[in-house]
Protein backbone atom coordinates (compact mmCIF):
# COMPACT_ATOMS: atom_id res chain seq x y z
CA UNK A 1 0.00 0.00 0.00
CA UNK A 2 2.67 2.25 0.81
CA UNK A 3 4.61 1.52 -2.38
CA UNK A 4 1.42 1.80 -4.39
CA UNK A 5 1.25 5.92 -2.78
CA UNK A 6 4.38 6.45 -3.16
CA UNK A 7 4.32 5.64 -6.92
CA UNK A 8 0.93 7.63 -7.23
CA UNK A 9 2.94 10.83 -5.57
CA UNK A 10 6.16 10.09 -7.83
CA UNK A 11 3.65 10.08 -10.92
CA UNK A 12 1.74 13.11 -10.03
CA UNK A 13 5.17 14.99 -9.26
CA UNK A 14 6.63 13.95 -12.87
CA UNK A 15 3.64 14.82 -14.55
CA UNK A 16 3.54 18.30 -13.05
CA UNK A 17 6.70 18.80 -13.60
CA UNK A 18 6.58 17.74 -17.37
CA UNK A 19 3.45 20.10 -17.86
CA UNK A 20 5.86 22.82 -16.20
CA UNK A 21 8.60 22.54 -18.90
CA UNK A 22 6.42 22.23 -21.52
CA UNK A 23 4.58 25.55 -20.17
CA UNK A 24 8.09 26.88 -19.72
CA UNK A 25 9.38 25.93 -23.20
CA UNK A 26 6.60 26.92 -25.39
CA UNK A 27 6.74 30.46 -23.58
CA UNK A 28 10.10 31.09 -23.98
CA UNK A 29 10.41 30.16 -27.60
CA UNK A 30 6.70 32.51 -27.78
CA UNK A 31 8.58 34.84 -26.69
CA UNK A 32 11.96 34.97 -28.27
CA UNK A 33 9.50 34.25 -31.61
CA UNK A 34 7.46 37.65 -30.71
CA UNK A 35 10.94 39.82 -30.08
CA UNK A 36 11.93 38.52 -33.72
CA UNK A 37 9.84 40.39 -35.81
CA UNK A 38 9.60 44.09 -37.17
CA UNK A 39 6.00 45.41 -37.24
CA UNK A 40 5.05 47.90 -40.42
CA UNK A 41 1.76 49.65 -40.93
CA UNK A 42 0.56 51.09 -43.75
CA UNK A 43 -0.72 54.78 -42.21
CA UNK A 44 -1.58 56.70 -45.09
CA UNK A 45 -1.38 56.81 -48.68
CA UNK A 46 -1.98 60.34 -49.92
CA UNK A 47 -2.51 60.60 -53.45
CA UNK A 48 -3.15 63.98 -55.30
CA UNK A 49 -4.40 65.13 -59.29
CA UNK A 50 -4.99 61.50 -60.84
CA UNK A 51 -6.44 61.88 -64.12
CA UNK A 52 -6.05 60.43 -67.21
CA UNK A 53 -6.18 62.48 -70.09
CA UNK A 54 -5.35 63.01 -73.93
CA UNK A 55 -6.59 59.78 -75.23
CA UNK A 56 -5.64 58.21 -78.17
CA UNK A 57 -5.13 55.06 -79.90
CA UNK A 58 -2.34 53.95 -77.56
CA UNK A 59 -4.19 54.77 -75.01
CA UNK A 60 -4.75 57.18 -72.25
CA UNK A 61 -2.05 59.66 -70.44
CA UNK A 62 -1.63 60.64 -66.60
CA UNK A 63 0.23 63.50 -67.04
CA UNK A 64 1.12 64.40 -63.51
CA UNK A 65 0.48 62.48 -60.59
CA UNK A 66 1.77 61.45 -57.22
CA UNK A 67 1.52 58.88 -54.27
CA UNK A 68 3.41 59.31 -50.80
CA UNK A 69 3.08 56.02 -48.95
CA UNK A 70 3.43 56.83 -45.28
CA UNK A 71 4.70 53.71 -42.74
CA UNK A 72 5.12 53.31 -38.91
CA UNK A 73 7.50 50.65 -38.22
CA UNK A 74 7.96 49.45 -34.76
CA UNK A 75 11.16 47.29 -33.26
CA UNK A 76 9.83 45.82 -30.01
CA UNK A 77 13.06 43.65 -29.83
CA UNK A 78 15.55 44.92 -26.90
CA UNK A 79 18.35 43.50 -28.47
CA UNK A 80 18.38 43.89 -32.13
CA UNK A 81 18.75 46.31 -34.22
CA UNK A 82 17.97 46.20 -38.06
CA UNK A 83 19.03 47.84 -41.03
CA UNK A 84 16.35 48.28 -43.70
CA UNK A 85 18.75 48.69 -47.13
CA UNK A 86 16.14 48.02 -49.64
CA UNK A 87 12.62 48.92 -49.30
CA UNK A 88 10.02 49.26 -52.24
CA UNK A 89 6.29 49.48 -52.70
CA UNK A 90 4.71 48.58 -55.88
CA UNK A 91 1.07 50.58 -56.69
CA UNK A 92 -0.79 48.23 -58.60
CA UNK A 93 -4.71 49.66 -59.81
CA UNK A 94 -6.84 47.08 -61.06
CA UNK A 95 -3.75 45.01 -62.13
CA UNK A 96 -1.79 47.56 -63.81
CA UNK A 97 1.62 48.48 -62.06
CA UNK A 98 1.20 52.43 -62.32
CA UNK A 99 5.07 52.67 -60.87
CA UNK A 100 7.63 51.89 -58.01
CA UNK A 101 8.04 53.72 -54.59
CA UNK A 102 11.34 53.79 -52.51
CA UNK A 103 11.68 54.17 -49.03
CA UNK A 104 15.52 55.83 -48.21
CA UNK A 105 17.85 53.22 -46.35
CA UNK A 106 17.54 53.36 -42.48
CA UNK A 107 18.52 52.00 -39.25
CA UNK A 108 15.85 51.00 -36.83
CA UNK A 109 17.69 50.40 -33.14
CA UNK A 110 16.36 48.36 -30.51
CA UNK A 111 12.99 48.93 -29.08
CA UNK A 112 12.10 51.77 -31.92
CA UNK A 113 9.36 53.39 -33.72
CA UNK A 114 10.06 54.88 -37.03
CA UNK A 115 8.11 56.52 -39.14
CA UNK A 116 9.45 56.86 -43.05
CA UNK A 117 7.69 58.01 -46.35
CA UNK A 118 8.20 56.01 -49.61
CA UNK A 119 7.54 58.98 -52.62
CA UNK A 120 5.61 57.99 -56.58
CA UNK A 121 5.71 60.54 -58.67
CA UNK A 122 3.61 59.69 -61.89
CA UNK A 123 4.76 61.71 -65.28
CA UNK A 124 3.29 61.13 -68.79
CA UNK A 125 2.20 57.52 -67.70
CA UNK A 126 0.25 56.01 -70.40
CA UNK A 127 -2.27 53.62 -69.44
CA UNK A 128 -5.09 51.35 -71.63
CA UNK A 129 -8.23 53.02 -72.82
CA UNK A 130 -10.20 50.62 -70.75
CA UNK A 131 -8.30 51.14 -67.98
CA UNK A 132 -8.98 54.83 -68.13
CA UNK A 133 -12.55 54.76 -68.39
CA UNK A 134 -12.71 52.59 -64.87
CA UNK A 135 -10.34 55.31 -64.04
CA UNK A 136 -12.97 57.66 -64.58
CA UNK A 137 -15.55 55.71 -63.08
CA UNK A 138 -13.40 55.08 -59.73
CA UNK A 139 -12.69 58.85 -59.72
CA UNK A 140 -16.63 59.95 -59.56
CA UNK A 141 -17.42 57.67 -57.02
CA UNK A 142 -14.61 58.90 -54.38
CA UNK A 143 -12.66 55.88 -53.83
CA UNK A 144 -9.64 54.31 -55.66
CA UNK A 145 -8.94 50.84 -55.27
CA UNK A 146 -5.52 49.68 -55.22
CA UNK A 147 -3.14 46.95 -54.28
CA UNK A 148 0.37 47.48 -53.03
CA UNK A 149 3.21 44.79 -52.93
CA UNK A 150 5.63 45.52 -50.64
CA UNK A 151 9.26 43.92 -50.97
CA UNK A 152 12.13 44.67 -48.76
CA UNK A 153 15.78 43.74 -47.87
CA UNK A 154 17.06 43.95 -44.04
CA UNK A 155 20.08 43.17 -41.67
CA UNK A 156 19.72 42.71 -38.20
CA UNK A 157 22.02 43.24 -35.49
CA UNK A 158 22.25 42.01 -31.80
CA UNK A 159 23.31 44.86 -29.58
CA UNK A 160 25.83 43.12 -27.01
CA UNK A 161 26.26 44.24 -23.39
CA UNK A 162 29.17 47.06 -24.34
CA UNK A 163 26.54 47.96 -26.78
CA UNK A 164 28.82 47.15 -29.81
CA UNK A 165 27.12 46.18 -32.53
CA UNK A 166 27.79 42.89 -34.80
CA UNK A 167 26.36 41.32 -37.87
CA UNK A 168 25.04 37.56 -37.22
CA UNK A 169 23.41 37.17 -40.34
CA UNK A 170 22.68 37.47 -43.63
CA UNK A 171 20.12 39.21 -45.74
CA UNK A 172 16.06 39.17 -45.26
CA UNK A 173 13.72 39.20 -47.88
CA UNK A 174 10.51 40.20 -47.20
CA UNK A 175 7.33 40.19 -49.46
CA UNK A 176 3.81 40.95 -48.80
CA UNK A 177 1.05 42.33 -50.64
CA UNK A 178 -2.42 44.11 -49.15
CA UNK A 179 -5.45 45.72 -50.68
CA UNK A 180 -6.77 49.07 -50.20
CA UNK A 181 -9.06 52.05 -50.87
CA UNK A 182 -7.68 55.89 -51.59
CA UNK A 183 -10.67 57.67 -50.77
CA UNK A 184 -10.39 61.08 -53.10
CA UNK A 185 -12.21 64.38 -53.45
CA UNK A 186 -14.08 66.04 -56.26
CA UNK A 187 -10.73 68.11 -56.88
CA UNK A 188 -8.70 65.30 -56.53
CA UNK A 189 -6.03 67.64 -55.14
CA UNK A 190 -5.20 65.83 -51.95
CA UNK A 191 -6.52 61.92 -51.29
CA UNK A 192 -5.60 59.70 -48.51
CA UNK A 193 -5.76 56.27 -47.53
CA UNK A 194 -9.48 55.04 -46.75
CA UNK A 195 -10.65 52.18 -44.37
CA UNK A 196 -8.89 50.13 -42.09
CA UNK A 197 -5.06 50.04 -42.05
CA UNK A 198 -2.75 47.76 -44.04
CA UNK A 199 -0.05 46.05 -42.67
CA UNK A 200 2.81 43.12 -42.68
CA UNK A 201 5.31 41.61 -40.60
CA UNK A 202 8.78 41.11 -40.89
CA UNK A 203 10.68 38.04 -38.86
CA UNK A 204 13.42 36.97 -38.36
CA UNK A 205 15.05 33.88 -37.26
CA UNK A 206 17.16 33.42 -34.00
CA UNK A 207 17.88 36.92 -33.57
CA UNK A 208 19.13 36.26 -30.22
CA UNK A 209 21.83 33.64 -30.53
CA UNK A 210 25.11 34.39 -31.58
CA UNK A 211 25.87 36.56 -28.65
Known amino acids: MSSCKCFCCCFCCCLFFSMLFVIIFFSSVSAVVNRSKVHHILEDAVLSNLSASNSSSQGSRIDSASLTFKVWSRNANKKMGVHFWHLRIAAVYRGYELGRAYASPFVQPP??????????????????????????????????????????????????????????????????KCNLLIGVSSTNRFSSLKGRQCGWTVAFFNPNQGA
Do not use: C
Not at 120 to 139: E, V
Not at 159 to 175: A, E, N, P
Open 111 to 176: RNITHFEAPLQLFNLTIPLDLATKLKGDLDSGQIPMRINVKMRAKYKRVDKSWQTKLISGDLHGDD
